[in-house]
């Protein structure tokens, strides 16, 4: 087996849902010593109130015996766990990468996102974002006290469950110019890899002469998947 690196997003692991933790601390546990690196791109978690919260320390756990084993992990900030800070990279070894960040792997050049920027039709979702995402926001947020905070986590999550199911799906996908404009900005990468529409597919593009495959991985809230990515094969796994 030639040396890998594996892609997951949206786990959104949550005290909630136990078997989806199990199921990727088992998948973590299971991570051999082929997997160059693994990257997750947003939305481990269902929601992260600070460093300071004390969630999900059995995750914590398995992703630090992960980055001990010299295997390196990537994270990228999703729409629910932006709040992910220095303390979490200090107690997993895990790097947070800023979104979207471009990468070299296997001689291709391999663009990387959370994927929640190219919903550009869901204006309501953007200007939300603009303000929960700002500096003042995320500090006025942080300097709250942990029970304040999970009452405004668990008020956005009641709110998100209910704009979705007034909104089209269509509205909630991505928004195809965005993606052209994304990938003309990055210089045309060889492949761009996200999540969040909870959409897995893949789409191969054509732009200005650039052959182009635009990855959208799985979420875990039913099964787990993931991409696993060597310089022979591309391929997505259930778990
Ligand atoms: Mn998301």
């Known amino acids: 087996m030639p040396n890998q690196t594996i892609f997951v997003s949206d786990i959104h692991l949550c005290k909630s849902r136990p078997s989806i933790a199990d199921a990727f601390i088992n998948f973590l546990n299971k991570t051999?010593?082929?997997?160059?690196?693994?990257?997750?791109?947003?939305?481990?978690f269902e929601y992260w109130i600070g460093d300071d919260s004390k969630q999900h320390e059995n995750v914590i756990q398995a992703i630090k015996k992960l980055t001990d084993r010299h295997i390196q992990v990537f994270l990228m900030h999703g729409n629910r766990d932006f709040l992910i800070g220095s303390e979490f990279e200090k107690k997993t070894g895990a790097v947070l990468?800023?979104?979207?960040?471009?990468?070299?792997?296997?001689?291709?050049?391999?663009?990387?996102?959370?994927?929640?920027?190219?919903?550009?039709?869901?204006?309501e979702y953007q200007s939300f974002r603009d303000k929960i995402r700002s500096e003042s926001w995320k500090n006025e947020f942080l300097k709250k006290?942990?029970?304040?905070?999970?009452?405004?986590?668990?008020?956005?999550?009641?709110?998100?469950?209910?704009?979705?199911?007034?909104?089209?799906?269509?509205?909630?996908?991505?928004?195809?110019?965005?993606?052209?404009?994304?990938?003309?900005?990055?210089?045309y990468?060889?492949?761009f890899?996200?999540?969040?529409?909870?959409?897995?597919?893949?789409?191969?593009?054509?732009?200005?002469?650039?052959?182009?495959?635009?990855?959208?991985?799985?979420?875990?809230?039913?099964?787990?998947?993931?991409?696993?990515?060597?310089?022979?094969s591309i391929e997505t796994h259930q778990v």
Not at 151 to 178: C, G, H, P, T, Y
Not at 211 to 226: A, K
């Open 32 to 44: 051999n010593n082929q997997v160059d690196a693994l990257y997750i791109l947003g939305d481990l």
């Open 97 to 123: 990468l800023d979104d979207p960040t471009v990468i070299k792997i296997y001689g291709k050049r391999v663009l990387l996102g959370h994927g929640d920027c190219l919903c550009t039709d869901d204006i």
């Open 145 to 187: 006290s942990l029970s304040e905070r999970i009452l405004i986590a668990n008020e956005f999550r009641k709110e998100s469950e209910l704009n979705k199911k007034n909104k089209s799906l269509e509205i909630m996908d991505v928004n195809n110019e965005a993606v052209n404009q994304t990938l003309i900005e990055f210089n």
């Open 189 to 191: 990468p060889d492949i």
């Open 193 to 232: 890899i996200h999540g969040h529409t909870h959409r897995p597919n893949r789409h191969s593009i054509k732009l200005d002469g650039h052959q182009i495959e635009r990855i959208v991985l799985g979420d875990w809230y039913e099964q787990g998947s993931y991409l696993s990515f060597n310089a022979h």
